[in-house]
């Protein structure tokens, strides 16, 4: 303690490591919130089962490996290692796991209180796994169509090894579309579908155990230090939301929703800010890649993390700006909307080096490739969400500037219009050029976009879901008027391309323009609504489609009661007429 250099540094050091404490302790709180929601979620799950054995197990606490038996099934079909992870065989019974201190990684995983010789076989899971990557999967996301050079889906693989919570999740989807199949044939046995329902039930509930196990994981040991895996929880909890979703459970994607937007917000807290204190997704590309911080060739395939956050996180984009249309406030992801889906200006790329990269290429994150629908158009969306819920404040406190509005509304308008003739004119230019030739020839054949169902191509969805922006626009502008030129016109127009769909299982992909357009036909125009739906046959059980034509007979049913009280009415309104919020995905 004499004032010189090494006192100086040890000083400095006390520093940094006391700021270093206090944000890891300000991290664990912030991230506490989300085991709050995980456990409101089990409880829900819980409730709506109807099989006892399916409750106990939803609702059995994760204990330590206790049977050499279920250790053996478990790691046998989950882990690639032939050790219990331990330090013991398989076969050791008598070692107990324990967790590990915070910066250590967990090597042994929290069993759930279940007989999985029993309840799990390999062989049925195997058929089960390649059930939801060659048919479930790709009926969830028509649009993803990663190409050969890309090396497909072989990401989604190997997330499916590593990620115990998103496998039972994709075991789940796989035995609930199944079971769906089984129910639309008439010799299809009845035990079969027993054993389907109740197998989602226990799939789920083992699902949820071990994203709670993998979410107080990442409480413990934050985000900071261990970006791949908050990475893959974030998506087993975008996957869980899906498959809610999917099954058309509603209630639970709010929950979901925060968690995963939250967890979102702190990986690029933590890996997406630059020096100059500027957002830079490519950061946490990097940082995910197979060698940190080494840049990717342009040409060379995405690394299995790269993979899982640039699908992960279109997928949570997605959802998020369109559930803000039915809770009224901006998007949770509206901060990142400029960085991840718009083209960086000149200053930015500048501080970009390695032009060539792959990387480098922007908007970093492309929509059109993952739901099929162009950037432009969902960053609209989510504009006039926050508008409309900057309006419903404004007349909540009596400060409303209708001028502000106007202003506000037009340059969304004029933006929106504006893309659709690029758009128009763009496809006019592609189409007057040929086949590839040459060393690209082939890859036509790779592409990934042939399909069993004839799906509609990016540029019809865009021009459908542009068209709806417009009409939600429109009453947000000017309040429920379905009546008005403006919105009558955008109504039809809407209608013309959704006739124009080749086949009715187009309709799935286009459920939130659907939904927007229907609310605001007139009674002449019901008719048209009803017989898109009825084609679909089964295929409306699926999703959202049921739920959005139920949103549009409650809306047609209070008609009166809205000619009445139009002020009381806007889209937000119709997204909750069911007493609970909708989200069309």
């Not at 413990?220 to 999917?246: F, P, Y």
Request: with cysteine; aromatic share 8%.
């Amino acid at each position: 303690m004499d004032g010189a250099e090494l006192q100086k540094q040890k000083a400095e050091w006390l520093k940094k490591e006391v700021k270093r404490k206090a944000a890891h302790r300000r991290e664990r709180r912030y991230l506490q919130g989300l085991e709050v929601r995980l456990e409101s979620l089990d409880a829900s799950l819980a409730d709506d089962s109807d099989d006892a054995a399916s409750k106990n197990l939803i609702n059995a606490t994760p204990l330590s490996v206790s049977t050499s038996h279920s250790s053996q099934v478990f790691v046998g079909t989950l882990d690639s290692s032939p050790t219990s992870g331990c330090g013991g065989t398989r076969t050791d019974s008598t070692r107990s796991c324990s967790t590990p201190p915070p910066g250590q990684p967990s090597e042994c995983p929290v069993m759930p209180n279940v007989n999985l010789q029993a309840k799990l076989f390999p062989e049925h899971e195997a058929h089960s796994t390649m059930m939801y990557l060659d048919y479930v999967f790709p009926f969830l996301f028509p649009y993803y169509r990663p190409s050969f050079v890309d090396v497909g889906r072989g990401w989604l693989l190997v997330l499916l090894t590593k990620n115990k919570a998103l496998f039972h999740s994709a075991l789940s989807l796989a035995g609930y579309f199944y079971g769906i199949v089984l129910g639309t044939m008439h010799d299809a046995p009845t035990k079969c579908q027993t054993v389907n329902s109740g197998t989602l039930h226990e799939q789920q509930g083992l699902a949820l155990q071990w994203l709670r196990h993998e979410m107080q994981d990442i409480i413990t040991r934050g985000v900071k230090g261990n970006l791949a895996e908050a990475n893959r929880v974030m998506a087993s909890i975008v996957q869980l939301m899906t498959c809610d979703v999917a099954i058309a459970k509603p209630g639970n994607w709010t929950m979901h929703l925060d968690a995963a937007a939250e967890l979102f917000n702190e990986i690029m807290k933590h890996h997406a800010i630059t020096e100059a204190g500027h957002p830079c997704f490519m950061l946490v590309l990097l940082h995910l890649g197979s060698t940190p911080f080494s840049w990717t060739p342009k040409y060379h395939p995405w690394g299995s993390d790269q993979a899982i956050l640039r699908f992960f996180t279109a997928q949570l984009i997605f959802c998020d700006t369109l559930g803000s249309t039915a809770l009224r406030h901006p998007p949770r992801l509206l901060q990142w909307h400029p960085h991840l889906l718009t083209p960086l200006d000149e200053e930015l790329m500048k501080q970009m080096p390695a032009a060539s990269e792959k990387e480098q290429v922007t908007p970093h994150i492309n929509l059109r490739e993952f739901v099929g629908v162009e950037n432009w158009v969902i960053v609209s969306i989510g504009e006039i969400a926050t508008l409309d819920a900057w309006k419903h404040e404004m007349k909540r406190t009596g400060s409303l500037s209708v001028s502000e509005l106007v202003t506000r509304a037009a340059t969304i308008e004029q933006r929106l219009r504006s893309s659709l003739i690029a758009l128009e004119e763009a496809s006019l230019k592609q189409g007057g050029t040929g086949p590839a030739d040459g060393p690209q020839h082939i890859l036509q054949y790779f592409a990934g976009t042939f399909t069993p169902q004839l799906m509609h191509g990016t540029k019809l969805n865009t021009q459908i879901w542009a068209h709806a922006a417009l009409t939600y626009l429109g009453v947000v502008l000017s309040g429920w008027q379905p009546s008005s030129p403006e919105i009558q016109n955008s109504v039809a127009q809407t209608i013309e391309l959704l006739l124009s769909l080749p086949s009715p299982d187009c309709l799935r992909t286009v459920v939130w323009p659907l939904t927007v357009t229907g609310c605001l036909a007139n009674q002449d125009q019901e008719q048209i609504f009803r017989d898109l739906v009825a084609g679909m046959g089964p295929l409306k059980v699926f999703g959202t489609v049921r739920e959005s034509l139920e949103i549009m007979e409650k809306v047609w049913e209070c008609r009166a009661q809205i000619d009445d009280y139009p002020d009381q009415w806007d889209m937000a309104t119709c997204l909750n007429c069911l007493g609970r919020p909708a989200l069309l995905i």
